[in-house]
């Protein structure tokens, strides 16, 4: 079992993130105020901290998470890198729907971000929300596959 380390959202495209001790989610807005949020493949975004430092170590300089912006940030677990795994966090279920691939917008802020988050899904995985609720930095995070 892994944990929650950390919670963003952004209330407008190009926002600045912002991290949040806990967050509602839902299956109609995802992380409660996110721009993002909106019912679909991609509703709530997850990051691995195993996988970010792996980036920040090929990058060769440490980056804030925030920076990828991610809603939900991980440690201690392996994202799973297929579709249709259902990731559990506090009473909060969501299904991985597809690979979350980075785009030029990694580059404008640090340089060589976009190819070092390309292999093995180290951007992170996109999700749907199958149940909502409250989370908190700290609760439990579960794959049931």
Not at 102 to 107: N, Q, V
């Amino acid at each position: 079992m892994g944990r929650l380390i950390g919670i963003a959202r952004r209330e407008a495209k190009r926002a600045p993130m912002e991290e949040l001790a806990s967050a509602e989610i839902s299956m109609e807005t995802g992380v409660a105020r996110d721009s993002r949020g909106k019912p679909g493949d991609r509703q709530v975004t997850l990051l691995s901290a195993r996988a970010w430092r792996s980036a920040c170590d090929d990058l060769g300089q440490e980056v804030d998470w925030l920076t990828r912006r991610s809603n939900l940030f991980v440690d201690d677990i392996d994202l799973p890198k297929v579709a249709g795994c259902i990731v559990s966090i506090g009473e909060v279920r969501l299904r991985t729907t597809m690979e979350i691939a980075p785009c030029s917008r990694m580059d404008e802020q640090v340089e060589g971000l976009t190819a070092v988050l390309q292999p093995d899904w180290r951007g992170g995985v996109g999700c749907e929300v199958l149940q909502g609720g409250r989370i908190a930095v700290g609760d439990t995070v579960e794959i049931i596959e």
